[in-house]
């Protein structure tokens, strides 16, 4: 399989304290030389405990914040050396759903602007079309157009989450972080919107960068895991055979605090 993201040697350092003359004196080591590659159409997740640098290395590959060294490549094009424009046109490729969907929708507009928003500032679809495509949105995350009218503040918790999918799709991107969005979520509402995000990778050939402190939500999306630990990368491999047999004790560790258990969870699967 074609790597759709490849990412070589990544590292970024955040300053932890200054002196009275304001230069920095102690660094945090958010992301250490981490390395890793993610197929088209497939899923890798990022898992470790809280703090281990796993969101920041998500927010890098985006260029939300800028890398203090390393390789990002995406389609095989270099994304620390694009020009404005040519980040902008990246961004029509990717995007980021966040953990929480209330914090994340912006409560004066309705779910109809919210979702138009992206189009109008592309210019890619025409106004005419526009209504029509929110429709579509819609369907596709199991939401009726007739929500288009209303709030986020109107919505479920479970239904604002489907809306920053649909949100997330507007422009038919190929590559999309999902940071912990299923955390605020119930159960039943967890496996709804698991089984919602494998099936529109199904459909339309999505890429997924999933980041979870969630081990049994990674076990039935991942189909590769890269386990970090104080910035650094501990061991990356198939997500089923690492489920099965984790390599480090740091790992072990990790899945049976997670399980309670020494086998791997139900469900496990490589896609």
Do not use: W
């Amino acid at each position: 399989m074609t790597a759709l993201l490849e990412v070589e040697g990544l590292v970024k350092h955040f300053v932890a304290t200054r002196s009275v003359f304001g230069r920095p004196t102690a660094f945090v080591k958010a992301v250490d030389g981490v390395s890793f590659s993610v197929e088209a159409g497939k899923t890798l997740a990022l898992v470790g405990e809280s703090g281990c640098g796993k969101s920041t290395v998500s927010r890098l590959v985006l260029r939300l914040i800028e890398p203090d060294s390393g390789r990002i490549r995406f389609e095989g094009r270099d994304l620390l050396a694009l020009d404005t424009n040519q980040l902008r046109a990246f961004r029509r490729d990717a995007q980021i759903i966040f953990q929480g969907p209330y914090a994340s929708l912006n409560p004066r507009m309705t779910v109809g602007q919210i979702l138009t928003e992206p189009l109008a500032l592309h210019d890619l679809v025409p106004s005419s079309a526009r209504h029509e495509r929110v429709d579509e949105l819609l369907r596709l995350v199991g939401l009726e157009p007739r929500f288009a009218r209303r709030y986020p503040h109107e919505f479920s918790g479970g239904q604002r989450q489907r809306i920053t999918v649909a949100r997330a799709l507007v422009l038919e991107q190929t590559f999309i972080v999902l940071d912990e969005p299923t955390s605020a979520l119930d159960m039943l509402i967890q496996s709804q919107m698991v089984d919602l995000l494998r099936d529109l990778q199904k459909r339309h050939d999505l890429t997924y960068m999933f980041i979870s402190h969630d081990l049994r939500v990674v076990a039935a999306m991942a189909s590769r895991l890269l386990v970090m630990r104080h910035g650094k990368m501990v061991e990356e491999g198939a997500a089923a055979e690492l489920f099965k047999a984790p390599k480090t004790e740091y790992t072990r560790a990790l899945f049976a605090a997670a399980f309670k258990l020494e086998t791997a969870p139900e469900g496990a699967v490589a896609q």
